[in-house]
């Protein structure tokens, strides 16, 4: 079966400091990544997705830059973080070829605090 | 970026009653509308789905109900219990180049009271 893994699952940082979240899919091949973001009592943001390794497309001009280095990888990162950057963050993964179904199967989240 | 309206953005019921939330979309090349569940702290997860072909998907006690030519849809819970207690999110989904897209809504969240 398939698995989805987040990690650091909670991260506190000052502002300024270097961000890196990652993300890795077990079981599957070829997946297309997305990274998503929660604001406190809001909906989901897309940031980012893949369609295969070094192929990222940016949704919405940002503090934040996304890379995927193998297939089943993808991450998330800062130079320099801003207050605005906290939230919750979502990494999903969804089927890539065969019968198009849309479902996206998603992570437990990083929890991200910039003080 | 492309829109997808839901209300409302907060929703209290009874046991047993019919919480219905609803959602509105601008694009029609959108050919995909889930329906996802939040717990807090997790990830969502895909409650129920419809296609643009269908005007009603029944799941258990979940139920979309799709006008396509307005683009709304919405989804009512039947008998709703305080387990489904949660943030319930729409979204539309439109097919690229090697993949898909999903827009969510803002999310509505729903307490169902003992």
């Known amino acids: 079966s398939q698995t989805i893994h987040q990690w650091p699952a909670t991260l506190v940082q000052p502002v300024g400091s270097p961000l890196s979240l990652e993300c890795t899919v077990e079981?599957?091949?070829?997946?297309?990544l997305y990274w998503y973001r929660q604001a406190a009592g809001r909906g989901l943001q897309l940031l980012f997705y893949?369609?295969?390794?070094?192929?990222i497309s940016s949704e919405v001009p940002q503090n934040l830059s996304a890379s995927r280095p193998q297939d089943r990888q993808f991450i998330l990162s800062s130079k320099k973080l801003l207050l605005s950057d906290s939230g919750f963050y979502l990494c999903?993964?969804?089927?890539?070829?065969?019968?198009?179904?849309?479902?996206?199967?998603f992570g437990e989240g990083s929890r991200l605090t910039v003080l | 970026q492309q829109q997808v309206k839901q209300s409302p953005q907060s929703l209290i019921v009874q046991k047993g009653g019919i919480p219905i939330i609803n959602c509105a979309y601008e694009?029609?090349?959108?050919?995909?509308f889930p329906w996802y569940q939040q717990f807090p702290g997790k990830g969502p997860a895909l409650l129920i789905a419809?296609?643009?072909?269908?005007s009603e998907k029944k799941e258990g006690r979940f139920t979309i109900s799709f006008n396509k030519s307005a683009k709304q849809f919405s989804l009512h819970i039947m008998d709703s219990q305080p387990g489904d207690s949660a943030t319930y999110f729409c979204?539309?989904?439109?097919?690229?180049?090697?993949?898909?897209?999903?827009?969510f809504g803002a999310g509505t969240r729903l307490f169902v009271k003992a």
């Open positions: 999903a993964w969804g089927l890539r070829g065969g019968p198009y179904t849309g479902e996206l199967f």
């Open positions: 079981g599957t091949s070829n997946p297309n």
């Open positions: 893949s369609v295969g390794i070094g192929q």
């Open positions: 694009n029609t090349a959108f050919d995909y």
């Open positions: 419809i296609r643009p072909d269908v």
């Open positions: 979204a539309a989904t439109q097919r690229n180049t090697g993949g898909f897209k999903t827009i």
